[in-house]
């Protein structure tokens, strides 16, 4: 590794592309505003996203593979680097790129630091192994190479000029060896010497290097961006004594349960004061009464808004106490970020510019036409006075990071522009890095991979609806082997407050066992809404509908945590088999085996270095036991073939002893419904 | 289609994302160079060649289609326009984009001249049909409208302020009767008609437009670019009387035998003096003699260069005389650009600056050890002096240009700066943009590739080596399926001076044949270097080589074009057909379809209009019958299921009468290894 000073990029061959197809030019090469002799090519370089035009993302520790297609005109050889520095750094970070086949080059480097990464790629015309190779040839077929060891001899002197005092006279002395006809043998072998060429490559000029025309940026967040259980609770449900609102003092009390059972982000849906015109009631109504407690995304009223806290959870100083007890209990508190007022909203007075008015004079509602949410008023962002509006709602952000929030879970960023995501994120993390945003966009795929590229650490996913084996391993393919990757952290829940899927109605308990166990093994985020998700809360709203019965987003509900059939003790153990295989804390190790049953879906993971190996099999039935032969890539797992090795249930402590790709499974979705085999070698 | 006057782009959302993953920006949104109301988003625009970086290649009356991704936040309409324009014009035309599926929209546009076009994306929100869409829906819910219809009025009203004469008051008429209660069933009707929305779209404004930040290019050629057959022949061999020095005059008589066998262009090797210093003998013998004829690209001698014609051949009046007779024989003459030079070249004299010297005071001639050319010396291009030398080589071929060439086939390009060609052809082609270059870059696909984007208008490729039916169908659906198809135009030869391949030294007549067939059939541009190719020429220089025994590359041969095993009447049938069948005259129509018999290949063309549709099919062994099933994807065909179909084979006026997609084919390569059909619907 190198450091070298960094440079503005010289103007590149690239450059001229990019003028030839839209210029025209004088017709003197000189006027190109390149130096022809420029001769090396550099294309294809990955991970480049949009051309360049989004960062990638990876998490503190984790390693960034940069190729690049490297050619040059004629035969000479090349060489190139690797550029790479931290932004705070000013000096480059150079590392040799390698050659793999085909004309394409590699180099990877670790991201140790949170904070912007750039990457880029530099490479030249390598005259002195040219000349090496060319000589080997030479000397193998007995040529007279008299004329040729004087070229290399002004190669080799060459460098010696540039070099440092003892490698300047070690290549002084071999230079002045060459002249002589007697020691040519000898000269002959020193001059060969791989060595040789890379202590030259440490001094060699190499006037006209292809600088690639893009630096490309790697955005690096703290670990736990990479790798969290989530599990959602709301505050007010949260009292030990049945109907009374709960305050931030009752979630305390909940903390030692919810961190048992092994998670590491605690989710809460808005904390703020609720409007209370067109107030909505239990299940929806929209006849509320003065009793209803309303949908906490309804935000704003006479008690304030989006950085005042609901009266009834409790004050600032309470809040922020939550926040200090969740992290000795080893839990991080995740807001919710809803831009949205109710029309009790102090901002509906301050900033009625910031709203659509209607010609009648009021102001715009919420609407999905025919259905109207009179308790909801959009901000409209195409209005005049939007700068103001995008610093305010900045300001909202930085607010509760001064209260010690670090995470920010983003209700509907789809329907907000998404240049203001892209300048928020930005903004926040310039001067905190260690903020995480979760983007909550159940939409389109497009639309969900653009906030995503534009600067969204995490995001939810069509997890709920991919039940299918064919379904799991086509989304989960898409998100763990194309560029899809590199900017798209999956964050899988099974439900949400928005979310009961008909499968999780109609399926029982083993339909929410393997939900969760495939949550929690697909992807290295995953989240819960609880505690409806380990009671198996499962009444609709009505037929046909993914709303709860009795939703808490409308009422206060009451929950009995120690319930005997609780899936709390899976849960906990499916945790720690989380935090104890690094397996299972990165998402891009992913690969499915086959299996010749449907209902049977397996999966690998392994960690980065290779020592954690981790084969899931899940029955997907909730009804019937399902057998079949796993199928094995083996090469994928780390085994060699013919060797037997050990397979370590870790949710039954059952040990099996295979050999080769093919192996039986049998699983019973009533006791368990999934294997999650360690694989020892 | 609407005009609309070219400004230059403003700053977009497209610009941001670029500034936010470089930069760091002020906290106010008014800092940010954008108007944050721009809520539109443009990405995955397509064709786009490595980020726009290079143009895509059309041939006139060709059409390019293009696709984009526009979405916006929230849930309002969007509508957009491809922009486009020739070089020459200050003015976009614009088409509307129309909606495919999954956020796709696609618009189309045919190019009608020579030279640039350039082509970009604009989108907007549409709020006079997010208006209607939504309005429609409360209609039909029965919901009250009155405020609603205010709201459409204003739009309308804003519209008529910008709209023309009649427009205006239709609109104003329109706008005012909507406020009018007793009128509002009728209103309403007329509100929601999609032909108002045509109308006030027409005059909206859209003051927040999201223009894409590139203007991609297309460098359209004249139709030649697109469809040719050619032949190469050695001047020098076309002498009637054998071992005579042929000339220019001898072409002369040659061109009824190449234009009667319907060839397009006539390519000829180089036609300079060829030099005496180290002249190659019969089959590359290293020590020629004075009576040694030379290789043609050994260029250079006391005669003259590259402008220069070899005194044997002719004068410059006779080259000119024969580009004319070629013309009136519907032929066009190539030329062979070959930068290199012999040692008595006058550039090694004039400009020693342009070669490499060794320290032992000699010009390094070409090598590739332990090979060594010496009657070759490579240009160095880089050397200081590289402007005047890439202006020299210009000038080289405009010196041809000037005598009446527009065809140029390119020798061995990947041996020159890359850079070099760019500017070169785009020097060239902006004064000549009648002029095509091929690139002979027998070399790595990423440099083959490298060659065809930077602007050579044909490439030669790897047919002559892919031989087998997977091969071909592997190469073919790369060239034909994936982005290449967008900048590189296959040239398709079986044969040329340089390559006699093995499968032709074996095969026997039923391979000449069916590798002409697939060459003439699966590309609409190919070539034969000839006679050799129809008289079946297939001695090899020795063992394990592609060289031609007793090669034209070195000496002087005569052919007897008149042996009744001459394939002249088989080469003159298929380039009839090529010329009566529009769906030989493109490359992007080409589909492979099934047969349950891996030495027979089938597939398909279409004309751009659907009218004219082929079916080829070809048995590869040149040994065995072969039979079997073809299973025709119909769809591809334009063929109805059920419907009975003619096919006429072309190449021997049978005629078959086919129903559904399995149909039985026999061929027998010792007499005709392929059909070609029509297909009748």
């Known amino acids: 590794m190198k450091q070298s000073k960094q440079k503005p990029n010289p103007p590149t061959a690239v450059t001229l592309e990019t003028q030839l197809t839209s210029t025209r030019l004088a017709g003197d090469g000189s006027d190109l505003g390149i130096d022809g002799r420029r001769r090396v090519v550099i294309e294809g370089v990955r991970p480049e996203i949009d051309g360049g035009r989004f960062p990638i993302k990876r998490v503190v520790g984790q390693t960034v593979v940069v190729e690049a297609d490297l050619f040059t005109d004629g035969h000479d050889e090349i060489a190139g680097v690797l550029r790479y520095r931290h932004e705070g750094e000013q000096t480059w970070s150079e590392l040799s790129l390698v050659f793999v086949e085909n004309d394409r080059w590699r180099a990877s480097f670790e991201v140790r630091h949170q904070g912007l990464y750039y990457y880029?790629?530099?490479?030249?015309?390598?005259?002195?192994?040219?000349?090496?190779?060319?000589?080997?040839?030479?000397?193998?077929?007995?040529?007279?190479?008299?004329?040729?060891?004087?070229?290399?001899?002004?190669?080799?002197?060459?460098?010696?000029?540039?070099?440092?005092?003892?490698?300047?006279?070690?290549?002084?002395?071999?230079?002045?060896?060459?002249?002589?006809?007697?020691?040519?043998?000898?000269?002959?072998?020193?001059?060969?010497?791989?060595?040789?060429?890379?202590?030259?490559?440490?001094?060699?000029?190499?006037?006209?290097?292809?600088?690639?025309?893009?630096?490309?940026?790697?955005?690096?967040?703290?670990?736990?961006?990479?790798?969290?259980?989530?599990?959602?609770?709301?505050?007010?449900?949260?009292?030990?004594?049945?109907?009374?609102?709960?305050?931030?003092?009752?979630?305390?009390?909940?903390?030692?349960?919810?961190?048992?059972?092994?998670?590491?982000?605690?989710?809460?849906?808005?904390?703020?004061?609720?409007?209370?015109?067109?107030?909505?009631?239990?299940?929806?109504?929209?006849?509320?009464?003065?009793?209803?407690?309303?949908?906490?995304?309804?935000?704003?009223?006479?008690?304030?808004?989006?950085?005042?806290?609901?009266?009834?959870?409790?004050?600032?100083?309470?809040?922020?106490?939550?926040?200090?007890?969740?992290?000795?209990?080893?839990?991080?508190?995740?807001?919710?970020?809803?831009?949205?007022?109710?029309?009790?909203?102090?901002?509906?007075?301050?900033?009625?510019?910031?709203?659509?008015?209607?010609?009648?004079?009021?102001?715009?509602?919420?609407?999905?036409?025919?259905?109207k949410y009179q308790d909801i008023y959009p901000l409209n962002f195409e209005n005049d006075q939007w700068t103001p509006l995008w610093q305010e709602l900045k300001d909202v952000v930085v607010h509760w990071i001064d209260q010690g929030v670090r995470i920010f879970r983003v209700d509907n960023p789809h329907t907000k522009p998404f240049a203001f995501w892209q300048w928020l994120i930005r903004e926040v993390k310039r001067d905190h890095p260690d903020v995480l945003f979760l983007s909550e966009a159940f939409t389109r795929p497009k639309i969900m991979y653009r906030l995503a590229k534009l600067g969204f650490t995490q995001s939810y996913t069509y997890f709920a609806w991919r039940q299918s084996k064919w379904e799991l391993i086509q989304y989960f393919t898409e998100l763990t082997k194309t560029d899809v990757r590199e900017f798209f952290r999956p964050n899988l829940w099974p439900n949400t407050p928005d979310i009961l899927t008909e499968q999780l109605q109609h399926g029982g308990r083993p339909i929410f066992m393997s939900r969760f166990i495939l949550a929690a093994t697909l992807g290295a985020n995953y989240g819960i809404y609880g505690p409806a998700f380990e009671l198996m809360e499962h009444r609709p709203q009505r037929q046909g509908s993914e709303e709860y019965l009795d939703s808490e987003k409308y009422e206060i509900r009451a929950w009995d945590l120690d319930r005997p059939d609780s899936l709390k003790e899976l849960i906990c153990r499916v945790n720690r088999i989380r935090h104890e295989n690094p397996a299972f804390q990165n998402d891009l190790s992913l690969i499915f085996h086959q299996v010749d049953n449907d209902e049977l879906i397996a999966y690998s993971r392994r960690s980065a270095d290779g020592k954690n190996t981790v084969l899931i099999v899940v029955n997907l039935s909730p009804h019937y036991v399902h057998s079949g032969w796993v199928q094995l890539d083996l090469q994928a797992l780390g085994l060699q073939t013919g060797n037997p090795y050990q397979v370590v249930d870790l949710l039954t402590d059952a040990s099996y002893s295979w050999q080769g790709p093919r192996n039986y499974v049998q699983l019973d979705p009533h006791s368990m419904p999934a294997h999650i085999f360690r694989i020892h070698m």
């Not at 002004?154 to 005092?165: E, H």
């Not at 599990?231 to 903390?255: I, Q």
Request: proline share 7%.
């Open 120 to 371: 880029t790629v530099t490479a030249w015309i390598d005259h002195f192994r040219s000349w090496q190779r060319d000589m080997r040839k030479r000397v193998a077929a007995d040529q007279d190479v008299t004329v040729d060891l004087l070229i290399g001899r002004d190669l080799i002197k060459a460098a010696a000029l540039r070099a440092d005092g003892g490698d300047a006279a070690r290549l002084n002395a071999i230079a002045a060896a060459m002249g002589h006809g007697e020691e040519r043998e000898r000269t002959v072998k020193t001059v060969l010497e791989p060595e040789l060429a890379d202590l030259i490559t440490r001094y060699a000029d190499h006037p006209w290097p292809t600088i690639y025309d893009k630096e490309l940026a790697v955005i690096v967040d703290r670990v736990r961006a990479g790798f969290g259980a989530w599990y959602e609770v709301f505050p007010r449900s949260c009292a030990s004594d049945a109907g009374r609102h709960g305050t931030f003092k009752d979630c305390e009390a909940r903390l030692p349960y919810v961190a048992g059972m092994g998670f590491d982000v605690l989710y809460l849906p808005p904390i703020h004061p609720i409007g209370r015109t067109f107030r909505k009631g239990k299940n929806n109504d929209p006849n509320g009464n003065s009793d209803s407690v309303g949908s906490p995304w309804a935000i704003g009223a006479a008690e304030g808004g989006h950085t005042a806290i609901h009266p009834d959870l409790g004050t600032e100083e309470d809040f922020r106490r939550l926040v200090r007890k969740s992290e000795e209990h080893g839990l991080e508190v995740a807001l919710d970020l809803a831009f949205q007022c109710s029309p009790d909203h102090p901002y509906v007075k301050q900033h009625p510019e910031w709203f659509m008015h209607r010609p009648d004079g009021t102001i715009q509602y919420a609407e999905n036409p025919p259905k």
